[in-house]
Every structure is written in structure tokens, then in C-alpha cells.
């Protein structure tokens, strides 16, 4: 099993401050595999980002991923009030999916 | 636009088996891998399994004793098995589509299911 480790788990900024979430994975996976996805509560998971760095259809251009081997990385260049949100990154480059734990994005 | 639809119990007896289908709106099966992911309350997304159009599946192993999913494509839907249940298994259970590039198929998750909050209680 590949293990994900987001960090943090909360970060705490402002509307217009820059966001860096961190993805750590147990094993190196190739950046074809890696996706990260936006969760606002009671609404199902939104993919933004997948094969590392490409966005998903309708993803504003404020979100960028980046990374390789092990290290994976989601920016939010100017964080929008609707940007507050959970992420969780996943890779799926193994028969079996797994998720990272999430890190939560509030409002400071 | 393609859209997911599931549907099934909410509230289930511990030890009874957890039965979910999720029905394709406006697209094909074909080439795509199909999920089941759930959410404990609280918690964060853990993948139950996939299958694709033509039946092949992979399993969550802490989960895999226990889980079945299967594709009907006659109907445009796939479902999800999930038998002894227990209160560990109460979330909110979404079904998923997967991603398409020109070439190949992926197992992310481009397209969810409005999700069902099933309930594991005596």
C-alpha cells in the first residue's frame, strides 16, 4: 500500500495569500498518478488537478500542482473566499487507489 | 453532460449487507474505471474498490472479504456489495467515474455521485 501524508493538516490564511499543500508519498510514484481534489462540506470531492500538474476541466488558473518521485505539492497562487475548502491528494498508479489525509484550508 | 445518480438503503442492522447501485446518465461504460469511495463522518475519503466495463475489478484490501462491485451495462449502472456491516462501515458512500486521456484510462476520479450517507445502527 502507498501511504499519502498531507501537511499540514490546517493552514490557516487569508483571502489573497498564497496556499502550499504538501503531499508526501511512502514510495516513489510516477507524476502520471498523482491527483488532487478540492471537498467544501456536504458536497462531494471536486477534482482539480490530475497527472500531477494538469487541471481538470473548469479549474480556475490560480491552481497549480507540481512534484515528482515522492513529493507532491498543490499551490494556490491568491486564495478566493470559496477556495476555503479540505484537499486530499491520491495517487492511482497502484491496483490499490489510496487517498492522503487531507489538509484543511480556513480562514485566519 | 454525463451525470451519476446512486441509490440505496440508508440505515442498515449490523450484520446485514450494504447494497448501493449508481446509474450512468448520458454516456457509455465503455473504457472508463468506475469507484466506490465513502467518508466516515469526519473523516477523510478511503477507496473501496473499482471495476471496469468489461467486469474487471480491485478491492480496498481491509475491505476486500467483504466487498463486491459489478458492472451492468445493459442498464448504464455499476453497484456495490458491502456485506456483515458493521457501525465502523457508517459514511457517506459516492460512487466516481475515472478520467480519460486520448489514449488510456485512468483510476482518478473526474466525476462523482451525489453521495448517500448510509447509517449502521441496531
Known amino acids: 500500500e502507498i501511504v499519502l501524508t498531507q501537511s499540514p493538516g490546517t493552514l490557516s490564511l487569508s483571502p489573497g495569500e498564497r496556499a502550499s499543500l504538501s503531499c508526501r508519498a511512502s514510495q516513489s510514484i510516477s507524476s502520471t498518478y498523482i491527483a488532487w481534489y478540492q471537498q467544501k462540506p456536504g458536497q462531494a470531492p471536486r477534482l482539480l488537478i490530475y497527472g500531477a500538474s494538469s487541471r481538470a476541466t473548469g479549474i480556475p488558473d490560480r491552481f497549480s500542482g507540481s512534484g515528482s518521485g515522492t513529493d507532491f505539492t498543490l499551490t494556490i497562487s491568491r486564495l478566493e473566499p470559496e477556495d476555503f475548502a479540505v484537499y486530499y491528494c491520491q495517487q492511482y498508479g497502484s491496483s490499490e487507489v489510496t487517498f492522503g489525509g487531507g489538509t484543511k484550508v480556513e480562514i485566519k | 453532460q454525463v451525470q451519476l445518480q446512486q441509490w440505496g438503503a440508508g440505515l442498515l442492522k449490523p450484520s446485514e449487507t450494504l447494497s448501493l447501485t449508481c446509474a450512468v446518465y448520458?454516456?457509455?461504460?465503455?473504457?472508463?474505471?468506475w469507484s466506490w469511495v465513502r467518508q466516515a463522518p469526519g473523516k477523510g475519503l478511503e477507496w473501496i474498490g473499482d471495476v471496469n466495463h468489461g467486469g474487471g475489478t480491485n478491492y480496498n484490501p481491509s475491505l476486500k472479504s467483504r466487498v463486491t462491485i459489478s458492472v451492468d451495462t445493459s442498464k448504464s449502472q455499476f453497484s456495490l456489495k458491502l456485506s456483515s456491516v458493521t457501525a465502523a462501515d457508517t459514511a457517506v458512500y459516492y460512487c466516481?467515474?475515472?478520467?480519460?486521456?486520448?489514449?488510456?484510462?485512468?483510476?482518478?476520479?473526474?466525476?462523482w455521485g451525489q453521495g448517500i450517507l448510509v447509517t449502521v445502527s441496531s
Open positions: 448520458g454516456g457509455s461504460l465503455n473504457n472508463y474505471y
Open positions: 466516481a467515474r475515472g478520467g480519460c486521456s486520448t489514449t488510456r484510462c485512468y483510476k482518478n476520479h473526474e466525476l
